[in-house]
């Protein structure tokens, strides 16, 4: 088989393998603030043309989703990349006289619209496993590359997250997309996929290097390239100036920068309700990986390095570093596919020594674990059940092992129900359930 064909054929089984795995697993409902905001942008701008959400006024009141522009509408703080494609999803599956999708209140005409929709994250979730596949085989054999994907695909919370409808996921689906093909020498194609990651999370502009690079080893090109970037700057200065009157005005008002920068960074990695290595322990194999592919591949490695320290330092700034009521480790997503990149090197080495290779087993099968703790009950619902109550203090469920959120998870399944299942499909499923 030529190596043209082999790459198509594995890329297309990895796609559509992930895309219907996150797809069927999908949780097919909204769970946070943050998502029914996104969902109602969409929906709005899918039906009526408009990016304005003030059916969402009462949110408003309870939970900070935007601010009003100056026309008096609201609007919400969350970034064009979601927003676009869950309305074009939408747009394209939603069906006349339907029922309404009911989230507190209606927010969308069609019910089967909005469980399309639902799954935007699912596609983007495929897409950067597919990415990953081949940036890795670019260095490393086959076995090493599918093995790394498999264990960040299903062994980290980027499963969970690719189940949701948060706009992290897009964000790191199309970086790892612009490093893959920065390392394939494809400068117009890499800026234009970190142009569209800008758009779902403009953090993603640390990832400048990549184009430097690429522009480093086709000088023609930068100038073509760096024009796809900045046109990527335009459209979001453009995004914000229509809805909020200022290019620099992304919506956050109150929100800001700031508390003890080494506190939050502590409680960033090693908090147990929201560090990386407790929801993905699979990310500490990336820990000597790095080393490793140092050694092989310095400019890849500096490049995977300087982003996640570069994520890591932003998310520590941010005044509320544990990204509100969400599970996981969500505001560090981007970064899960650079920690595939850098574990790739200890899965190259453990096919040599099998002692590596049981630690492997076994960080992949806790991080499993924890995936499949979150599908088999809502974990929003867990902490209504705890934390709403006033049981259990919110700042326990970060900081307490006993009582972390994903302490509380385990235990909750005790009490576990065929059709506490939270994902959709599977759920339906099971005919008796009603929910």
């Known amino acids: 088989m030529s190596n043209a064909r082999q790459y198509f054929v594995a890329g297309s089984i990895c796609f559509v393998s992930f895309l219907l795995f996150y797809g ?43 601010e009003r522009g100056p026309d008096g509408h609201l609007y919400t703080k969350y970034f064009p990349g979601n927003i ?14 339907d029922q309404p999708y009911i989230w507190a209140a209606p927010l969308a005409p069609s019910i089967r619209g909005a469980s399309w929709a639902f799954r935007v994250n699912a596609i983007w979730g495929a897409l950067g496993m597919t990415a990953l596949l081949f940036l890795i085989r670019r260095y490393f054999e086959w076995r090493t590359a599918i093995a790394a994907v498999l264990l960040i695909g299903i062994c980290s919370d980027w499963w969970y997250q690719s189940r949701g409808l948060f706009s992290e996921v897009g964000a790191g689906a199309f970086l790892v997309a612009s490093l893959c093909l ?31 690079v690429s522009a480093w080893k086709k000088p023609r090109m930068a100038i073509g390239s760096a024009a796809i970037i900045l046109a990527a700057g335009l459209f979001l200065a453009w995004f914000n100036y229509i809805r909020f009157g200022s290019i620099f005005n992304f919506g956050y008002a109150s929100e800001r920068f700031g508390g003890p920068f080494f506190e939050s960074l502590r409680g960033v990695l090693f908090s147990p309700g929201r560090s990386p290595f407790v929801y993905s322990p699979i990310l500490l194999v ?25 994520y890591l330092v932003t998310v520590a700034r941010v005044f509320n570093w544990a990204g509100g009521t969400s599970w996981g480790s969500r505001l560090l997503t981007p970064t899960v596919p650079l920690f595939g990149v850098l574990l790739a090197p200890a899965v190259h080495y453990v096919w040599k020594n099998k002692l590596v290779l049981i630690a492997v087993v076994l960080l992949g099968f806790a991080g499993m674990s924890v995936q499949i703790a979150a599908l088999m009950r809502d ?45 959709t499909a599977p759920r339906a499923w099971l005919s008796d359930c009603q929910h």
């Open 24 to 66: 069927i697993t999908a949780r097919g409902k909204l769970q946070a603030s943050d998502e029914v905001a996104v969902f109602a942008t969409g929906v709005s701008l899918a039906t009526r043309g408009q990016l304005n959400v003030d059916e969402l006024e009462w949110l408003q009141e309870h939970v900070n989703i935007g």
């Open 286 to 310: 990336a820990i000597p990986g790095a080393w490793f592919l140092y050694k092989k591949e310095r400019t890849l490695a500096l490049l995977c390095l300087w982003i996640i320290v570069a």
């Open 84 to 97: 676009f494609s869950t309305a074009l999803i939408y747009k394209l599956t939603a069906r006349a006289n």
């Open 379 to 423: 974990p929003m619902r867990v902490m209504m059940e705890h934390v709403a109550t006033g049981e259990i203090d919110n700042q326990e469920t970060l900081h307490s092992v006993r009582n972390s959120w994903l302490a509380l998870q385990f235990r909750s399944l005790k009490q576990w129900q065929p059709c506490d299942l939270d994902a």
């Open 182 to 212: 920065a390392s394939y020498d494809r400068p117009y194609a890499s800026s234009a996929t970190l142009a569209i990651s800008i758009l779902f999370r403009p953090t993603n502009i640390f990832a400048l290097p990549i184009w430097a």
